[in-house]
């Protein structure tokens, strides 16, 4: 019976809406964050309270902000903290040689353009 | 064993493989990794050639920071609102699973036609698809997203009419599951997009 109702449900147990919508209060605050991070940074806010101190963090939190939303959906709406792992390995290992592209092909615009290291496009 | 049983036996696991899900669930998660590759050769291309604009406006002459975040408000609404309608699918609910359903394909829509007018808006401020290599990238990655997101919203549509023909009981939730983890896909890309070719694009 168990193994059925799981069946229904694609290989997982069903997740109550309480827990999605906890989810959805999460991401939208975590965008509101980015977003907030960038008027501080470098918008309308720019000067103002912390701006100083988050400037030179710019990159690394907006990307781990991003990071947090990507493995929220991914984990939860997409639920692979449920479902089988073999389908969490799948991803992962996608991601894995998604990284190692991104990497190897800013290394190679940058050797090829004569600004290895220097030429990283951030 | 009759051959009732047999063609009974053969239909119920026509979908099934040696592990315990069905194989469209894997094969749609293979093919979510095979496009993870897909939109980091993008966005990668997209940061290599995003300060390349001689001529024609760059980052800070044409984007607007208001309009994108409308955008990823409603992207994260929609994976908000395709979750429900799944809940709703599993539980034999039929009206909620309809309404959510509607409401998603509804963002879909909005989505798409904020990218005509965000499209429209740069090509009349003077960036066209060949007037620098930051217009090329940029329009061919958020293009391309885009390009997913008009299949997404038309996958959802064809699930939205199984739905209101009632072929869509929980035993076949899994059928809105499929392109419900296509649709976050979509979600999780611009996830990466909005940051990556929009804020960073934006600061000095």
């Known amino acids: 019976m168990a193994s059925h109702a799981a069946d229904a449900h694609g290989g997982h ?42 400037s030179p963090w710019f990159v690394e939190l907006l990307l781990g902000l991003s990071a947090l939303k990507f493995w929220f959906v991914a984990m939860f709406y997409m639920h692979l903290k449920q479902d089988i792992k073999i389908l969490s390995w799948v991803f992962a290992f996608s991601l894995v040689i998604a990284v190692v592209v991104i990497v190897a092909l800013f290394i190679l615009f940058a050797y090829t353009r004569g600004l290895f290291w220097a030429g990283v496009p951030w | 064993m009759s051959s009732a049983t047999l063609a009974h036996d053969e239909a119920h696991e026509g979908h099934h493989t040696s592990l315990p899900i069905d194989n469209r669930k894997l094969a749609i998660w293979t093919f979510i990794g095979s496009e993870c590759l897909f939109f980091a050769t993008l966005i990668s291309t997209f940061l290599i050639y995003k ?20 955008g990823t408000a409603v992207l994260l609404f929609s994976s908000f609102f395709v979750v429900m309608a799944l809940n709703g699918a599993q539980e034999g609910n039929r009206k909620k699973m309809l309404g959510w359903l509607a409401a998603t394909i509804f963002c879909g829509l909005f989505f798409l036609g904020m990218q005509v007018y965000e499209f429209n808006h740069f090509y009349h401020e003077g960036l066209g698809y060949t007037t620098n290599l930051f217009g090329t990238s940029f329009y061919t990655l958020t293009g391309f997203h885009g390009t997913h997101v008009a299949i997404g919203t038309l996958w959802l549509i064809t699930v939205f009419k199984d739905a209101v023909k009632g072929n869509l009981p929980p035993a076949k939730a899994l059928n809105l599951e499929l392109a419900a983890l296509y649709w976050h896909f979509v979600d999780v890309v611009w996830i990466i997009i909005f940051p990556v070719v929009y804020l960073m694009s934006l600061r000095s």
């Open chain 1, 13 to 54: 147990a069903p997740t109550s809406s309480g827990k999605y919508i906890q989810i959805a209060v999460i991401l939208f605050t975590l965008t509101a964050l980015e977003v907030l991070l960038y008027e501080l940074c470098y918008g309308s806010l720019k000067g103002a309270g912390m701006a100083t101190a988050l």
């Open chain 2, 51 to 70: 300060d390349n604009h001689p001529k024609g406006p760059g980052p800070k002459e044409i984007f607007e920071v208001g309009l994108v975040t409308a």
